[in-house]
């Protein structure tokens, strides 16, 4: 009777167990996705089983909940300075609506911690993977908010604990978010980077699409390496498990059969940060309309295939991201502004359905409508490359006075070097002055961002005092310091209107003084006063406007303050 009563303790025991590690998604068929607090727990239960296995708090999110990863290494050793395998970094839930990755690699870890097969397979990998980034959005449960979503029941929100859309905040860096994955991400170093995602802007056959960071933008060798052997070998891999994918469809209410052109993923998303550092960044994206249950199988083998990858092609990878800096700076320029090069195309042959523009019951109007019955297999174009549209010489360093902490706070985050100066110092620079921009009319992600910034350049040899700070270009961050600081870039620090408060300017004149002395001004200063008769003879309007025209002369006086429209950080090129 004892030994039946201990053998029923070991069955029910064993039971518990294997219960633990069954996901709810699997619980519930395919419908459901875990929450925040069932993630956690599986993750840590896992860990205290498997000793391969890591659970970490990497720092707080905005939620006021810390920011997990969860590390996999089959030499039991978790500190990064210690790890020389590869490493890939999968994040999950940056969008907790699309919460196929959280589901996904709950079970992807699962399954190779508990297969032999697979550890061995994957023993040369450090498998680290962010259960949930933002945990305040997948707090915000819902079953709306995804309009279109087909499943699963319940998600999270997209935006954040305070409504920032964290895949717009790499740059910028404004949430606690975005602070701690900066940790993580440069803690890790990784060769290889996954984001998970759900999307949609049309309808068709695949349930998988892929967005690969833009390889022009990444450049070199690297890139060479992304667009001709990773993306290809990828797809290679998945279609022999029966998955068939395509270029994400970056087409919006328009059929792909038209053609579309690659995302460009600049800076401010995931991957497009991840690329400043060398790291070779996917971004995977579900159909929306496909089952939840499709979609998550599908999330899971496009992880398998870049785990295969990794394994096969590690030690070539390492090679080439270490080189990378040494090739960029072998060069004169660097692109910080790109457009679609039309003449360079590729044909996809993209599986879809049949669509058509028929009258809305609604409006009245015309609306797309795709009929699933009358799938198709179609030869469409597909524009993925682009070319540099603006360069800038890279310069041998950018000097920054010490006032600007919080851009030396977002260097220092970013595990770029600074070299802070000893003494007061003349040194010859580069400088900037804010020509023109333009400003989006709507507030985006918090900020009233800029674009089609223009500067001009002059050259002055300039006092920097003992604290200021020289950052050099040679290191291995080159690429995020270029993209950040160059005020022209799309992503740059400036456009982010960082630096909003050189726009405005401080001091001024009052009129009924200033005539005597714009008089004063004019009489001597010969070139001046031809320059201000001229424009009076050609500009009617400057010639009825008298405040125009004091102004005119004051800001070409020694009276303007230097500091209006003056980008305060400089650059040395020799």
């Known amino acids: 009777m004892k030994k039946k009563v201990i ?38 239960k896992l860990s205290e089983i498997h000793p391969e296995i890591s659970v970490q708090e990497m720092g707080m999110s905005d939620s006021g909940f810390p920011l997990h990863l969860v590390i996999f290494n089959t030499d039991k050793i978790f500190d990064f300075q210690k790890i020389t395998q590869n490493t890939i970094l999968i994040n999950n839930g940056i969008h907790p609506g699309e919460p196929d990755g959280i589901d996904a690699s709950m079970m992807l870890l699962r399954d190779i911690v508990q297969s032999k097969e697979l550890k061995n397979q994957y023993e040369n990998i450090v498998i680290c993977i962010i259960p949930i980034y933002n945990v305040g959005g997948s707090l ?84 060479k390496f992304m667009n001709e052997k990773m993306m290809p070998e990828i797809v290679k891999n998945l279609e022999s498990r029966d998955w068939i994918i395509t270029p994400y469809v970056n087409v919006f209410n328009q059929v792909p059969e038209n053609g579309f052109s690659q995302f460009f993923d600049s800076p401010r998303y995931s991957t497009g940060y991840t690329t400043l550092f060398n790291t070779l960044g996917l971004m995977v994206e579900t159909h929306m309309l496909k089952p939840y249950k499709q979609r998550v199988e599908g999330t899971y083998e496009l992880m398998i295939s870049t785990l295969d990858f990794l394994k096969n092609h590690g030690k070539e990878i390492k090679k080439l991201r270490e080189k990378v800096t040494e090739n960029i700076l072998t060069k004169k320029t660097y692109p910080i502004l790109w457009e679609i090069d039309s003449t360079k195309t590729s044909i996809l042959d993209f599986k879809g359905y049949e669509g058509s523009y028929i009258e809305s019951e609604i409006t009245g109007q015309k609306r797309l409508k795709y009929d699933r019955s009358k799938p198709f297999t179609k030869p469409i174009t597909y524009y993925n490359s682009f070319k540099p549209s603006k360069e800038i010489i890279i310069p041998k360093g950018y000097l920054i006075p010490k006032g600007w902490w919080n851009i030396i706070n977002l260097l220092n985050m970013n595990n770029i070097r600074i070299e ?155």
Not at 143 to 170: H, I
């Open 420 to 574: 802070p100066i000893l003494r007061d110092t003349t040194i010859h620079v580069e400088s900037y002055q804010i020509k023109d921009y333009k400003s989006v009319k709507n507030p985006y992600e918090g900020h009233l961002m800029h674009f089609e910034t223009e500067v001009v350049k002059s050259y002055q040899s300039k006092v920097f005092k003992k604290g200021d700070y020289y950052v050099p270009t040679d290191q291995s961050g080159i690429r995020y310091l270029l993209e950040t600081l160059e005020p022209e870039a799309k992503d740059s620090f400036f456009n982010w209107n960082i630096f909003d408060i050189i726009l405005q300017q401080k001091e001024g004149f009052s009129p009924y003084v200033f005539e005597d002395l714009a008089l004063e001004i004019l009489n001597q200063n010969a070139k001046l006063k031809s320059e201000f008769e001229l424009k009076k003879k050609e500009d009617p309007e400057f010639r009825k406007n008298w405040y125009a025209q004091l102004n005119f002369i004051y800001k070409r006086s020694n009276y303007y303050e230097k500091s209006h429209l003056q980008y305060p950080i400089y650059r040395v090129l020799k």
């Open 7 to 44: 053998l029923l303790f070991v069955f029910v025991s064993l039971n518990i167990f294997s219960q633990n590690f069954i996901t709810q998604f699997e619980k519930s068929k395919g419908k459901e996705t875990a929450t925040y607090e069932q993630t956690i727990e599986f993750y840590q």
């Open 140 to 223: 915000n449960r819902n079953s709306t908010s995804r309009t279109n979503q087909n499943g699963p029941v319940e998600y999270g929100f997209r935006g954040n604990a305070r409504n920032y859309d964290l895949n717009r905040d790499f740059i910028k860096s404004d949430t606690k978010n975005t602070v701690a994955f900066a940790k993580i991400f440069h803690s890790i170093n990784p060769d290889v980077f996954i984001d998970n995602h759900v999307s949609n802007g049309a309808d068709y056959q695949y349930t998988l699409t892929h967005l690969f960071t833009q390889h022009n933008k990444l450049g070199g060798e690297l890139g």
